[in-house]
């Protein structure tokens, strides 16, 4: 077994100097030292573009792998009799189940966790097509057949892991709080990691001919604004359907700006997600929605970055909002890849939560998972969770089966006012991270969570994104909780 310098250009583990043991016996790669010589200088001619460099080092190479990856329906066993090449164009499985995208682990454990964490830390924050976007940087664990070529990529991922210092000290005694910013991205939300993905493969489809005449989705504003971008990006059309006068003008101007059909229609998501399903099945239209599981793979890399970020060390909780539930599920298949090859040892344990006014999950929990009713969702601040029927309920309760998992949920008045709380100790996050934050203070108050647990939050969004609720709550204009201190700017210090 030779491992290819087309994984990554500047990334050579065979030379002397990595100190990399290959063992003639064995297929697997052992990693001795965690120094590595720095990367290669970048010789690339001046009339070369970036992915001319990556074909020409691939072409140089000549070690190629053979990584694969197939869907099968949701929760098969690893040689299930019904699977399709990811060149089929499908979003159900016969049963009209979920699908998922099962990998070849028996072909990634060839190497170990070692051999892998090197590779991935080898590729952070370079420009090297396509490894340096943290959804590509895992590329063998993602879509390991595209070609680079077809790769639809903004160097998306990468967002900082921001350690909430004071707000953890004051206002729950803890010293290992931290919130991972993937709204500090391309579009404003964590929706870029997975569409990065879904679009690649599409550009890939169109390429080979399948009839895709568009892409589309159903959203609350920020799939659509990933998707009409990374459309945009390759010159591929996109439609988009909103419903009416639920999002923000910030979400509703990205897509229009992209130049996406964008449809505003009188319902809420769930009728938007009904109709954009049955479009989808008529037409030559691509579904973008994360019941297409090709969402989830790039998504997943966010949590493979959060142990990347804590050099490999895993924290003890992870807290999620969720509305349509692809990313829960994400997070979990993403900590799980890793303890599978060997990274880590052990999971984090999960928390989902969800806004009051739109909370199935939380209900069907509190029901000790016996009772699952969808529900008519209500307004809430937290606009791009407002789904009361999501598509991703079972990949939601395998996740927080599976992790020990918690799901809570924030009234109106807490969201917000946590919200506010993290912004007066500098942050400037979304509402739906108002909802996490939430859920970490209920938490931490019952004692769930301790002072020590190194905690994660994940903030889906960009603040920038909600200004008006924000605008709103601070000039008074929505109801506050009785004890709110939050017009007084001195309160909270
Ligand atoms: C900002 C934001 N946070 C959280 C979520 C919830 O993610 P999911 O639908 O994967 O549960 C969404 C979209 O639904 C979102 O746009
Ligand atoms: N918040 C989402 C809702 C749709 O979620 P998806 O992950 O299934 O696309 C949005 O921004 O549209």
Redesign the pocket.
Known sequence: MALSSTFSPSFSPLTPKTRLIRRRSATKITCTSSSYPAPAKNHRPAEENIKDEARRLRSESSDHHSFTAKYVPFNAEFNSPEWYSLDDIVYRSRAGGLLDVQHDMDALRKFDGAYWKSLFDSRVGKTTWPYGSGVWSKKEWVLPEIDPDDVVSAFEGNTNLFWAERFGKQHLNMNDLWVKYC?ISHTG?F?DLGMTVLVSQVNRLRKLNRPIVGVGCAS????SAALSAYCAAAGIPSIVFLPANKISTAQLIQPIANKALVLSIDTDFDGCMKLIREITAELPIYLAN?LNSLRIEGQKTAAIEILQQFDWEVPDWVIV????????YAFYKGFKMCKDLGLVNRIPRLVCAQASNANPLYKYYRSGWKEYEPVKAKTTFAS??Q?GD?V?IERAVCALKNADGIVEEASEEELMDAMALADSTGMFI?P?TGVALTALMKLRKSGVIGAGDRTVVVS??HGLKFTQCKTDYHSGSVPARPNSKRLDPFSLY
């Open positions: 709204g939300s929706k609350t504003g920020d799939t994360s909002p969720g509305g349509n539930l692809g990313n829960i791009a969770i789904i999501p991703s979304c739906h889906t969004a």
